[in-house]
């Protein structure tokens, strides 16, 4: 089964932009890559979905390059709400329909 | 308002007392399915239903079952919980499985259970 692999933590001060990288060097053709946003003691909540390329909405952007084996979350100008755990997901086509998070990563901003 | 409603919010029980975490879901929804989380295990997943009828395990489904007779509802039942059962547990809907644009999971409040 593909599996990603994410940083534990990442820190950074309100304003900036914040770029978190995911692998996933055994991506299945089919699969989509997810990425959901968890605050303490909350569900998850999806952020943004992608295939390839890039694509943008609202609250982020997710840059997929030619290859797909990695994808960059991109969040512009953090705020200390932004403080959270963001996962990873692959949507696998090929693994029962299982789901598998990680660990995710545990962003800090700080002012 | 469109959402999934777990009860209770928060359990404190006894190693063998049989309960059960309701999981429900107002959006029409095929797929269900629970995690529970454990710090620096991330998200797990217990089971997940594919429709009515339809449960398949996860990742972690030792201890743990589940049924799917309506389409909204998809409880957790712990026949005998155990204190390694003590976490955070959460309930999950997605308009169906699989990749699609429109797929994303919508997260229940989630129960917190202590087994003691």
């Known amino acids: 089964l593909a599996k990603t692999t994410q940083p534990i933590s990442m820190d950074s001060y309100e304003g900036q932009e914040v770029n978190i990288t995911c692998s996933h060097n055994n991506i299945a053709t089919n699969d989509y890559i997810t990425w959901y946003q968890q605050f303490p003691s909350q569900g998850p909540r999806f952020i943004i979905q992608g295939y390839k390329t890039k694509v943008t909405n609202e609250v982020a952007s997710l840059f997929i390059p030619a290859d797909r084996k990695s994808s960059t979350l991109s969040l512009p100008r953090v705020s200390l709400s932004d403080t959270a755990v963001y996962y990873c997901?692959?949507?696998?086509?090929?693994?029962?329909?299982?789901?598998?998070f990680g660990t995710g990563t545990q962003l800090k901003v700080e002012l | 308002e469109a959402q999934v409603t777990q009860n209770p919010r928060y359990l404190i029980t006894v190693t063998g007392k049989k309960l059960t975490v309701t999981c429900s879901q107002n959006?029409?929804?095929?797929?269900m399915s629970w995690y529970r989380q454990d710090p620096g295990l991330g998200l797990r997943q217990i089971y997940y239903?594919?429709?009515?009828?339809?449960?398949d395990k996860g990742d972690v489904p030792e201890g743990y079952k589940v049924s799917r007779k309506e389409k909204r509802n998809f409880p957790l039942i712990l026949e005998s919980p155990s204190p390694n059962q003590t976490s955070l547990y959460f309930c999950?809907?997605?308009?169906?499985?699989?990749?699609?644009?429109?797929?994303?999971?919508?997260f229940g409040p989630g129960t917190r259970l202590t087994v003691l």
């Open positions: 997901l692959l949507i696998l086509t090929g693994g029962g329909n299982k789901l598998t």
């Open positions: 959006m029409n929804h095929e797929y």
């Open positions: 999950a809907s997605s308009i169906r499985a699989g990749p699609d644009p429109n797929n994303e999971q919508f």
């Open positions: 239903s594919m429709n009515v009828e339809v449960t």
